[in-house]
C-alpha cells in the first residue's frame, strides 16, 4: 500500500504536529515561489517567521474564487510550469474558468485522499469500479479514476452520460463500485428498476459528489440500486474531489486534514465561529506545490465535528454542505453564478435587465428556465424573430456558461419589480434540506 492510513487515525496532538510542520514549509513555500502570496502577505505586514502553529492561521490572508480568476491562468502556480505535469479547470465560465496545476506529488496526493475514501467504503483490489464522473477538465472523473487505480481496483473508465452502455456494462463486467453525481446515480437506479435487472447487478456500494444530496435522495438511491451510498466532497481550487468522505457511519465526511486545513469562519465578519458552530468552509492546503491556496473560501456552509467517530478515525468531520454563503447554482453538475446569466442577457439590446431563473428537477435531471423581459420597442407579434432572439441567447448561455437553459421571452413589465434585495431565483430543489 503506498498510502499511510495511520494519517486518519492520528491522536489529536501528534496531528497538530504535522500539521503546524507541514503549514510552515507551505507558508515558507508560497512566500519564495508565489508572487500573488508574496504580495498579500507584504501587505498584512506578515512574514512565514510570524507563522509557526496552525493557531496563526488567522493571520494569513484569505484566498477568493475572484483572485483565482484574476489569476487566470497561471497566476497561482507556485512552482515553474515544467513541474507541472496535469491541468484541470472548474466548470463553468469558459474564460474565467478556474485552473488548478498539480504536480507529480500533488497527483500522487491526490490519488491517496480519493484511495482513502474508497477504502473507508471497504472496497479494495478485489472490486470494479465504474467511473461515471465526466473526463476531461472536470476533476471528477480523472480524479476517481487514479483513487480506484491505486487501491489496485478494476477500473472503467466510461465516464459521464450514455446510460444504455453504462447499464450493459455494468451487468455484463460485474461493476461493484460506482461513482458518479448523486443525480446521476438516481437516474441509472431509475433507468435499472425500469428495466427489472436489479438482480442482475453485482453493484454494492457508491461515491456520489460534486453536487449537493439530501438523506432522501441518499435513502433513495440506496434503495434503487441496492447499495451503500456514500458522500463525497472536494473542490477544484483545493485538489479537486476527495478533500473529505463519508465513513460507514455516515455522520459526516472525515476531512483528510494531513493535507488540507478546515476552518470555520463567520462569512459576513471573516471571523472564526464558536467550535461545532455553522459558518463558511475555508481550506488551507498544506502539502499542495503546483498550486497551494492559503485560506480558500469555498462559500459552502457547513460546521466542522470533532467529536470521535464511531469508525474509529479521528480526524475532524465536515456535516453535509448545508448552503453556500453565495448564490452560485449548481445545476446539472456545473457552476452557475447568476450574474454569468445576466451579463449574457445584458449583451443582447432586445432584453431588457429583467430576469428570473428557475431551476427544479424533473426525472432526475435539472430544469434551469430563463424568463427575460423584452424591451416594449423589440416586443412583437412576429414569433420567427422572437424565436431567433431566443435560439440566439440560449446559444450564448451554452457557450459562456457552458449550460443548456430554456429561454422563455416575457412581456414587458411582467417580472415582479422589488422594493429590496432582488429575488432572481427560484429553486424549488431544496437540495440543502435534511
Ligand atoms: P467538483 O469538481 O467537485 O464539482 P468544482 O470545483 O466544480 O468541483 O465545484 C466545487 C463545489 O461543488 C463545492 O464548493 C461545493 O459547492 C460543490 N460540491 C462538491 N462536492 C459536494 C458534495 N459532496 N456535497 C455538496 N456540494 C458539493
Ligand atoms: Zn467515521
Redesign the pocket.
Known amino acids: 500500500m503506498i498510502w499511510n492510513e495511520s494519517y486518519e487515525c492520528m491522536g489529536r496532538e501528534e496531528m497538530r504536529e504535522v500539521q503546524n510542520k507541514r503549514l510552515r514549509t507551505t507558508v515558507e513555500h508560497v512566500y519564495h515561489n508565489s508572487p500573488f502570496y508574496r504580495a498579500k502577505m507584504q501587505e498584512l505586514g506578515i512574514t512565514p517567521m510570524d507563522i509557526e502553529t496552525i493557531d496563526d492561521l488567522v493571520k494569513l490572508p484569505f484566498t477568493t474564487k475572484t483572485d483565482l480568476r484574476d489569476q487566470y491562468p497561471f497566476g497561482l502556480f507556485s512552482v515553474p510550469m515544467s513541474e507541472i505535469v496535469r491541468l ?1 479547470a ?3 465560465t469558459t474564460g474565467k474558468s ?1 485552473v488548478a496545476g498539480y504536480t507529480r506529488k500533488d497527483l500522487s496526493t491526490w490519488s491517496e485522499v480519493i484511495a482513502r475514501t474508497f477504502t473507508s467504503g471497504g472496497c479494495s483490489r478485489n472490486d470494479i469500479f465504474q467511473i461515471a ?1 465526466g473526463y476531461g477538465l ?3 472523473g480523472l ?1 476517481a479514476h487514479y483513487g480506484a487505480e491505486n487501491i489496485g481496483a478494476s477500473v472503467i473508465p466510461i465516464s459521464a452520460g450514455n446510460t444504455e452502455k453504462q447499464i450493459q456494462l455494468m451487468t455484463d463486467f460485474g461493476s461493484t463500485a460506482l461513482c458518479c453525481t ?1 443525480s446521476y446515480a438516481l437516474y441509472l437506479g431509475e433507468a435499472i428498476e425500469d428495466m427489472g435487472i436489479k438482480d442482475k447487478l453485482k453493484l454494492r456500494v457508491g461515491f ?6 439530501t438523506e432522501a435522495m441518499r435513502l433513495e438511491i440506496e434503495k434503487k440500486l441496492n447499495i451503500k451510498a456514500y ?8 485538489i ?2 476527495g478533500v ?1 468522505y463519508e465513513c460507514y457511519a455516515q455522520k459526516g ?1 472525515h476531512i483528510n486534514e494531513d493535507h488540507f486545513l478546515p476552518e470555520i469562519i463567520n462569512p459576513k465578519t471573516l471571523e472564526p465561529v464558536a467550535s461545532g458552530e455553522v459558518g463558511e ?1 475555508v481550506f488551507t492546503t498544506i502539502t499542495k506545490e503546483g498550486m497551494p491556496v492559503i485560506r480558500y473560501r ?3 456552509l457547513t460546521r466542522l465535528m470533532y467529536e470521535p467517530c464511531s469508525c474509529g478515525r479521528t480526524s475532524v468531520r465536515m456535516h ?2 448545508m448552503g ?1 454563503s453565495d448564490d ?1 447554482l ?1 445545476i446539472r ?3 452557475v453564478f447568476p450574474t454569468q446569466i445576466e451579463s449574457v442577457l445584458m449583451e443582447f439590446g432586445e432584453t431588457a435587465p429583467h430576469y428570473h431563473l428557475y431551476v427544479d428537477r424533473e426525472n432526475n435531471t435539472d430544469t434551469f428556465d430563463v424568463h427575460v423581459e423584452v424591451r416594449p420597442e423589440n416586443f412583437t407579434d412576429d414569433m420567427s424573430s422572437m424565436l431567433n432572439l431566443r435560439k440566439r441567447i440560449e446559444a450564448r448561455i451554452q457557450s459562456v456558461v457552458g449550460i443548456h437553459a430554456s429561454v422563455k421571452l416575457v412581456e414587458p413589465r411582467s417580472i415582479e419589480r422589488s422594493i429590496g434585495k432582488a429575488q432572481r431565483v427560484t429553486d424549488k430543489r431544496n ?1 440543502y434540506k435534511e
Open positions: 484541470h472548474s466548470s463553468g478556474v464522473y472536470f476533476t471528477g480524479g448523486p456520489f459528489g460534486a453536487e449537493p444530496w458522500d463525497i466532497f472536494g473542490l477544484t481550487e483545493v479537486g474531489p473529505s465526511m468552509l469555498t462559500k459552502d453535509k454542505i453556500r452560485m449548481i453538475g456545473v457552476n437540495l
